[in-house]
């Protein structure tokens, strides 16, 4: 088995260790937003059940609120986790927190609605979003850092785009493919009696998977260096989230937050909302909005990998530029004629577009991060730049759902929210420096 060297030092990595950890970074931020995703399909049926409300866009603001309770936890995961990752390796904390997802989300399949147990039932389901996104916190810090740390130099943007873009489609796909059999199986109301627990349920194969393909997996050749280091010249060092918040590293991390946060927010804007914006405005049967996803979902995944390796080619300061550019002129396009879409052909036409868009703005933001700080900081720096921009982006479908008014009012929110949002996209991309080969 021949060897691939990464250019640190004596370090090399296997064609197997390279493959095993592309899969496990891949898979296990696939499933993780497997997770996610779930819920982002039942939104309008777990809206009625544990947030009922004569206004659908209401008990839908407050699912996208639970959403972003989950994203408001994510930077504690990765604090924690990321910490962890820095100390004692990637490994362990991918495992414990892929495991930890999936057992979360099936957890939400066992919960009473309003229904059987009254107001219990919305904070139920709160302590378990807050539960889940500690854990989801920490797929970020040990995925996002184990796959870019084990492949050659000039492919670190393509598994950025990889990672990031790719694996959330995959999830997306996933989830919408669990979407489309669980509406086949459970039709009309029975899916808002049983499939939307069935659809909970399914997060239990994550968890099997991920332990499945984690087991087989080590450690990166980056992390095995410092550790031998560590070894070999044994002393005190301040612990990874004190240096990623003191005074050298605090302006990196709030400079990468303007690019995090508009990339976060054009993901959910567009992939993240477009089931409910399907539902709501165009009022699609299930099974037809289950295959516009599927679409979408290849769409991310074309956007993720093209955008990354366009980091490769071009650097991430430009990439970042052309697609914030882009972003502020197709986006609001695309939600307003989405919205007066009628045909099938047309409505899966803006699907895949949306999706391509939303992913192609934070497709290199994971080799962005991973790059703006050293090995023994990595996991913490980029699980908190990541976390905490895509928390505050995850927060937008909230306030689209609470300042549109009703249906009607939800693609010209959407395209407002999304024009303020890459705007600042842009401002951080402009100031930012080019990151594309320093990697310590």
């Given amino acids: 088995m021949s060897d691939a060297t990464l250019g640190i030092g004596e370090t090399t990595v296997s064609r197997r260790q390279t ?3 592309v899969l496990a970074s891949v898979l296990g931020w696939s499933l993780d937003l497997f997770d996610l995703f779930i819920l982002l399909y039942v939104a309008p049926v777990v809206g009625a059940l544990f947030f009922p409300s004569d206004y659908p866009t209401l008990s839908l603001a407050a699912v996208y609120g639970s959403f972003a309770v989950t994203l408001l936890m994510r930077p504690l995961g990765s604090a924690l986790f990321g910490s962890y990752a820095d100390s004692h390796g990637r490994k362990g904390a991918m495992v414990v927190a892929v495991t930890g997802v999936g057992l979360a989300t099936a957890a939400f399949g066992l919960l009473p609605t309003v229904a059987q147990v009254g107001l219990l039932a919305p904070v139920m389901f709160l302590v378990l979003r807050l539960v889940q ?5 920490g797929v970020v810090a040990s995925t996002h850092t184990i796959g870019t740390e084990s492949v050659p130099a000039r492919y670190r943007g393509l ?4 990672v990031g873009g790719g694996g959330a489609a995959i999830g997306a796909l996933l989830a919408s493919v669990v979407f489309l059999i669980t509406s086949a199986v459970f039709p009309d109301e029975a899916f808002a009696g049983w499939g939307w627990r069935v659809m909970f349920f399914s997060g239990i194969m994550s968890s099997l998977l991920g332990l499945f393909v984690f087991r087989s997996l080590e ?4 992390y095995q260096r410092l550790a031998a280091e560590k070894a070999a010249r044994p002393k005190a060092v301040a612990s990874p989230l004190r240096m990623v918040f003191g005074s050298e590293y605090r302006n990196v991390l709030l400079l990468n937050l303007l690019i995090t946060t508009g990339g976060g927010a054009g993901y959910y804007l567009t992939s993240g909302y477009l089931p409910s914006f399907l539902k709501l405005v165009n009022k699609v049967p299930n099974a037809l909005a289950s295959e516009v996803l599927i679409v979408a979902s290849v769409g991310a995944l074309i956007a993720a990998l093209v955008v990354g390796w366009m980091s490769d ?3 991430r300061k430009p990439t970042f530029i052309i697609v914030g550019l882009c972003e502020l002129v197709l986006l609001p396009l695309c939600f307003l004629g989405l919205a007066a879409a009628t045909s099938s052909s047309t409505i899966f036409a803006y699907g895949f577009a949306l999706a391509f868009l939303g992913n192609a703005g934070y497709a290199p933001v994971l080799i962005f991060l991973n790059e703006r700080f050293p090995t023994e900081l990595r996991a913490s720096g980029t ?12 927060m937008m479908p909230t306030f689209v759902s609470l300042t549109a008014g009703g249906p009607a009012g939800i693609p010209m929110a ?3 929210f999304a024009v303020v949002l890459f705007l600042l996209y842009l401002v951080g991309a402009l100031v930012t420096p080019e990151t594309r080969g320093r990697f310590e």
Avoid: D, K, Q, R
């Fill in 313 to 315: 080619v071009i650097g």
């Fill in 133 to 137: 996104g500690i854990f989801v916190g």
């Fill in 19 to 21: 493959i095993y950890a």
């Fill in 414 to 416: 959407l395209s407002a």
């Fill in 219 to 222: 450690e990166s050749p980056f």
């Fill in 383 to 394: 699980g908190l730049s990541w976390n905490i921009g895509f928390a505050i982006g995850g």
């Fill in 159 to 162: 598994m950025s785009g990889l």
